[in-house]
C-alpha cells in the first residue's frame, strides 16, 4: 500500500522558523527511520495486531498509522503540538481512524497506562534523553510487551541498547536500506537499525 504522508521538505526554511523554539522541531521532517519501522511493522503485522501501541516522539505518525491500519490500538504522543497535529492530518489522509494522542515532555511525564508495544523512530539521539526512556520503558511496558525501536545507527544509540542489555533486557538487531525520494530525486541510502527490545524475567529469590 501507498501512504501520502505531509512533511517539511525544507529543513533550511524550518531552521529559520525554530529560532524562538526551545527544541528543534525534528518531528517536523520524514526520517529514514521512520520509514523503516513502518516497513518492518508492514511486514511483520504479528507484531502490532490485536495489541496496544505507544508511539513516542510520533512526529509525522507514519509507524503509528501504519500500526493502527493493521488492527492495531494506538497512542501517539510528542512533546511539540504541531507535530500532534500533524499525525492528526495524515492519519485522515490515509483514512485511518481511531487514534489516539497526548502531548508529553518526556522529561516531566506522567503517562502510566501499560501498554504490549512501545514505538519510536530516531528518538534515542540525545543522551540527555536516555535515563527519562529507560523510565518509561520501565513504567508503561506491560509484563511481557516488547519495545521497537528504529536508528540510522548513531553510536549514542548503540550506546543506550548496551546499557539495557547490562540492566537485563534482550536485544535483536537487524537493518534496513531506506532511500527517500524527495522533489524526484532519491538521497543516499541509508542503513537503519532495527532493535527489538524484550525485558528478561528476574529469576525469583529464594527464601530461606
Not at 44 to 71: D, F, K, N
Not at 97 to 119: A, K
Not at 120 to 134: E, N, Q, V
Not at 182 to 200: F, K, L, S, W, Y
Amino acid at each position: 500500500m501507498n501512504w501520502q504522508i505531509t512533511a517539511v521538505q525544507n529543513q533550511d526554511a524550518l531552521l529559520d522558523s525554530a529560532d524562538d523554539l526551545e527544541h528543534f522541531p525534528y518531528g517536523f521532517l520524514l526520517w529514514e527511520s521512520a520509514v523503516g519501522l513502518a516497513r518492518y511493522i508492514t511486514s511483520h503485522p504479528e507484531t502490532v495486531i490485536g495489541r496496544s501501541i505507544l508511539e513516542l516522539g510520533a512526529g509525522v505518525g507514519v509507524a503509528g498509522i501504519v500500526a493502527q491500519s493493521l488492527g492495531a490500538h494506538v497512542r501517539q504522543t510528542d512533546h511539540q503540538k504541531g507535530a500532534l497535529q500533524l499525525c492528526e492530518y495524515n492519519a485522515a489522509t490515509n483514512r485511518v481512524e481511531g487514534i489516539s494522542r497526548f502531548l508529553m515532555d518526556w522529561r516531566f511525564w506522567t503517562h502510566s497506562d501499560e501498554y504490549d508495544v512501545l514505538i519510536g523512530a530516531d528518538i534515542t539521539y540525545d543522551r540527555a534523553m536516555h535515563f527519562y526512556l529507560d523510565e518509561i520503558f520501565n513504567r508503561n511496558l506491560a509484563p511481557g510487551g516488547s519495545v521497537l525501536l528504529t536508528d540510522p545507527g548513531r553510536p549514542q544509540s548503540l550506546e543506550f541498547a548496551a546499557s539495557l542489555e547490562t540492566k537485563g533486557w534482550k536485544i535483536e538487531l537487524e537493518t534496513e536500506s531506506v532511500t527517500l525520494i524527495e522533489n524526484g530525486q532519491a538521497g543516499r541510502p541509508v542503513d537503519v537499525a532495527i532493535m527489538t527490545m524484550t525485558r528478561q524475567r528476574r529469576a525469583s529469590r529464594r527464601v530461606p
